[in-house]
């Protein structure tokens, strides 16, 4: 069983550039200088992990953070224990109990992240998943936006990784070189975001988000075969779009040509949260601003995480008593 540790809320903000203080490692939270592996291990020589990404969002009012959908988040993380085909001893009530101890170790009064891992301890030079032994640790920062609200973006010249090479639906350690390369390509030209096409010449998503564009009126989105992460703030865009805004969306084979004739587009993903896309290969999308289907799908984004619509209550876990 993980023991709680009931650790108060702080009297003042903690620096915001300051490095983590403290991670889950080997069974316990210990100080973050603590939490090394070897360089002989099999994540550090062959990426043989998966990680997951969680935001706490700061609601100043409430003087409160609340973690956004941990329980989906830390369901897809053991999804990809699967696909390695181990396990951890840890339940999602666990890995939930481990965060909110983290968060209020580091005592977060501005939003924050939560960064769960998954590597392959194994000290040996094989490349394998039998015979080994895997992991977890956990650690946490703050983090404002991932990147700009507004961007622009390139279409790059790598192409996704297909789920029979390495799993997109996953958060594979080892697979974010391919979005390491697409997005640095992305940098050094000048843009801001790439847009990776998979092997079939289709829209995949951006380097570590997934993508929308507003056609007719109507949300448009690759679906999971077409090498996708299962992105959880992707399933929540598509309900607050259905539900809050009444719009239909469609999850079909997304070309390239259509981001230059959409009325908009735009990132979604924990880091990315809901970024518009306001320039493709150097053209505009639409009038080459913010949306106004991209602006409302913020708006009813943030008042969801931030706890100001209480419909989506559920889908918050306070961190601080």
């Avoid at 181990?86 to 005592?107: F, H, M, N, Q, V």
């Avoid at 700009?148 to 958060?171: F, H, M, Q, Y």
Wanted: with cysteine; net charge negative.
């Amino acid at each position: 069983m993980v023991q709680s540790v009931q650790v108060p809320a702080p009297a003042h903000a903690p620096d915001q550039a300051r490095h983590p203080q403290w991670a889950f490692f080997e069974g316990k939270i210990v100080p973050i200088e603590g939490a090394k592996i070897s360089i002989v291990t099999q994540v550090i020589n062959y990426g043989l992990g998966a990680f997951g990404g969680l935001r706490g969002y700061w609601n100043d009012e409430k003087q409160q953070l609340y973690v956004f959908r941990v329980e989906k988040h830390f369901g897809r993380f053991l999804n990809s224990c699967k696909l390695f085909n181990t396990s951890i001893p840890y339940s999602i009530a666990d890995l939930k109990r481990i965060t909110i101890d983290l968060l209020r170790r580091e005592g977060y009064r501005e939003d924050a992240y939560i960064r769960p891992l998954l590597y392959n301890s194994t000290e040996d030079i094989t490349p394998r998943l039998y015979d080994v032994t895997f992991d977890f640790a956990c650690f946490t920062r703050a983090l404002g936006n991932y990147i700009k609200l507004e961007v622009k973006a390139c279409t790059s010249s790598w192409r996704r990784l297909d789920d029979n090479t390495i799993p997109s639906r996953g958060k594979i350690t080892g697979g974010y070189v391919n979005s390491a390369l697409a997005r640095s390509e992305a940098y050094w030209n000048g843009y801001d975001e790439s847009i990776v096409l998979n092997q079939d010449g289709h829209i995949a998503e951006g380097s570590a988000e997934n993508l929308f564009v507003v056609r007719d009126g109507k949300l448009h989105t690759p679906t999971f075969a077409d090498n996708i992460l299962e992105g959880i703030t992707r399933s929540t865009v598509i309900q607050l779009a259905r539900a809050e805004l009444g719009l239909e969306v469609v999850e079909r084979e997304v070309d390239r040509s259509e981001l230059y004739v959409a009325e908009e587009a735009f990132f979604c993903g924990t880091g990315a949260q809901v970024s518009a896309i306001v320039e493709v290969d150097n053209r505009k999308i639409g009038s080459g601003q913010t949306g106004p289907v991209t602006k409302s799908l913020q708006q009813a984004y943030f008042d969801v995480v931030r706890g100001k619509n209480t419909k989506y209550a559920d889908w918050l876990t306070p961190v601080y008593d």
